[in-house]
């Protein structure tokens, strides 16, 4: 098989390569590399069946160029992290929504199966939990830029479902909190990796709020068993699955794991949303997904515990400092 993967320097879409790669399929990889990391990809620089380019995907006649040559289409590039989306909104908007509906388009245009990662973030602050993949969607002011992500993501699915109704072969896939090797530890990274590198760097591992608000930590080995079933069967096509794991944990109890896990004596502290995030953030207090959908059609199974994917997470990171 021939893909091509959008983000593919991402922490996920890197996996990816990697992944297809070891299973004898041909990958072009396209990323700008504004958040990708080409040490990602150090790896499979001298790969024969790995084409990779460093463009935006809205580079003129590119993507029409690559899709021409692959069968399946994983769409990932996107601006993502959540200080991002209160810094950047223009730029979320711009290639989370415009640039992904001329993909769309050529996908559509050439008849080539396209996976589309969105994200758990679409269901917003909905407290009718766990969420199922019809839920509803429940977003604060649009004067809080933390939105502007889930309406990006939102809009982008619905450009997808609007060309699957007219013929093309999609589906949609809703990451809930993924992490694990490779994962941005920065301060626009997720929490879990963001924590391990504060422990790492000798810092205190803050806590926002007061550490209650809960999420369902994935690990990246069980994503990709679902992302690359979703890219492979029939019956996938034309539905939504959330990806994600069952165990609802309190940030605070993710620090305080992280830091059994590590056998340091580190500190948590607690940090007010404002102090990191300024005024224009809103926390969602729970997400938990229903994998009922994902685990009829794809056979999706999460294996990983938190524990047991903190740990490697950690010893990965650890190695490389
Ligand atoms: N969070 C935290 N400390 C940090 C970074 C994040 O307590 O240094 C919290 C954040 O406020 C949120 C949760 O961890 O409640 C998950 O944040 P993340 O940025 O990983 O992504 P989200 O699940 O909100 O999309």
Redesign the pocket.
């Known amino acids: 098989m021939r893909y091509l993967i959008t983000g593919a320097a991402g922490f996920i879409g890197s996996h990816l390569c990697t992944a297809l790669l070891a299973q004898g399929s041909e990958v072009w990889g396209i990323d700008d590399l504004s958040q990708g990391n080409m040490d990602r990809l150090e790896h499979l620089k001298d790969h024969p069946r790995f084409h990779f380019t460093k463009s935006c995907i809205s580079k003129a006649g590119l993507l029409e160029e690559v899709i021409k040559k692959v069968d399946v289409i994983y769409h990932m590039a996107a601006v993502v ?3 991002r989306y209160v810094e950047e909104p223009v730029r979320v908007i711009d290639v989370n929504v415009c640039f992904t509906s001329r993909l769309f388009e050529l996908a559509w245009q050439y008849d080539k199966k396209v996976v589309f990662t969105s ?3 679409v269901y917003g602050k909905n407290s009718d939990i766990p969420f199922r993949e019809s839920a509803n969607r429940v977003y604060g002011p649009s004067t809080k830029d933390r939105w502007c ?1 889930a309406i990006s993501k939102t809009a982008a699915e619905h450009l997808c479902l609007g060309y699957i109704k007219k013929g093309l072969r999609a589906v949609i896939i809703r990451y ?2 993924v992490y694990g090797p490779h994962a941005d530890t920065s ?1 626009y ?4 990796t ?2 391990i590198n ?1 422990l790492l760097n000798n810092k205190p ?5 007061d ?1 209650s ?3 369902c930590f994935t690990y990246i080995d069980d994503i990709l068993k679902g992302t690359i079933e979703a890219g492979s069967c029939k019956d996938a096509e034309g539905n939504i699955f959330n990806l994600g794991h069952h165990r609802e944990t309190p ?2 109890e ?2 305080q794991i992280i830091l059994d896990v590590s056998g340091i004596k580190g500190e948590i502290v607690f ?1 007010p ?1 404002k102090e ?2 300024g005024t224009s ?1 809103e ?3 729970r ?1 938990i997904p229903d994998l009922s959908a994902a685990e009829q059609i794809l056979n999706y199974k999460p294996v990983i515990t938190l524990e047991e994917g903190l740990k490697k997470t950690f010893k990965w990171y650890k190695s490389r400092m």
């Not at 990274?189 to 879990?192: E, H, S």
């Not at 591992?205 to 709020?209: A, D, G, P, R």
Request: hydrophobic letters at 35%.
């Open positions: 992290g959540v200080k994200t758990s973030e992500y809930f909190n301060a990274g997720g929490v879990a963001r924590f504060q591992l803050t806590v926002h709020n550490g608000q809960t999420r940030i605070l993710l620090a940090q949303y990191f995030y953030y926390d969602i207090p997400r």
